[in-house]
T-cell receptor, first 114, second 111 residues
Framework: DAGITQSPRYKITETGRQVTLMCHQTWSHSYMFWYRQDLGHGLRLIYYSAAADITDKGEVPDGYVVSRSKTENFPLTLESATRSQTSVYFC?????????????FGSGTRLTVV | KQEVTQIPAALSVPEGENLVLNCSFTDSAIYNLQWFRQDPGKGLTSLLLIQSSQREQTSGRLNASLDKSSGRSTLYIAASQPGDSATYLCATTGGGNKLTFGTGTQLKVEL
């Protein structure tokens, strides 16, 4: 199906483990983004990518790694998960003219670090 | 750094009432402003997108306005229904195509 898909929908992991959240979009949008949503902080940008092999830090990048070898995929890796990374993670995409067409979001991944 | 504020944080209204949600932002150099809806435990659904050159956008019972010079946007919901109950988020697009979100207004429409 066309759209933006995140997987898994729910994940429980232990402190110190590496975990990867997946994001896949079918529109060939050039821009992709990762946000986390926490009570009291709203949605905050973790990393974004303007094109394949081009990534940049957002507001809260520490403890996260991203890659973008293909336009359609933008995985987010927590190298050594901590309890403070318990959150809901949203992936989003937009074309290069985000100013004209806005953004589309995935359904989110609820991550719990125990 | 862009800061986006939404007032009120929570709102409860009876069914049928017209209501206004407010969004303010500190940096007027935006490309656009987008209003989203989020249901509990769900993702974000785009409602309206206003370009920086536009003053307002309408979709059904929703009307969003934008005043860049004063750093304000409003979302007007006419004839509210229980199905409108959700959290409403506004977000501005700035440099690097990045969205900056407000903290949202939690709306409850009661029968």
């Amino acid at each position: 199906d066309a759209g933006i898909t995140q997987s898994p929908r729910y994940k429980i992991t232990e402190t110190g483990r590496q975990v990867t959240l997946m994001c896949h979009q079918t529109w060939s949008h050039s821009y992709m983004f990762w946000y986390r949503q926490d009570l009291g902080h709203g949605l905050r940008l973790i990393y974004y990518s303007a094109a394949a092999d081009i990534t940049d830090k957002g507001e809260v990048p520490d403890g996260y790694v991203v890659s973008r070898s293909k336009t359609e995929n933008f995985p987010l890796t927590l190298e050594s998960a901590t309890r403070s990374q318990t959150s809901v993670y949203f992936c989003a995409s937009s074309n290069e003219r985000a100013g004209a067409y806005g953004y589309t979001f995935g359904s989110g991944t609820r991550l719990t670090v125990v | 750094k862009q800061e986006v504020t939404q007032i009120p944080a929570a709102l409860s209204v009876p069914e049928g009432e017209n209501l206004v949600l407010n969004c303010s932002f500190t940096d007027s150099a935006i490309y656009n402003l987008q209003w989203f809806r989020q249901d509990p435990g769900k993702g974000l659904t785009s409602l309206l997108l206003i370009q920086s050159s536009q003053r307002e956008q309408t979709s059904g019972r929703l009307n969003a306005s934008l005043d860049k010079s004063s750093g304000r946007s409003t979302l007007y919901i006419a004839a509210s229904q229980p199905g409108d109950s959700a959290t409403y988020l506004c977000a501005t697009t700035g440099g690097g195509n990045k969205l900056t979100f407000g903290t949202g207004t939690q709306l409850k429409v009661e029968l």
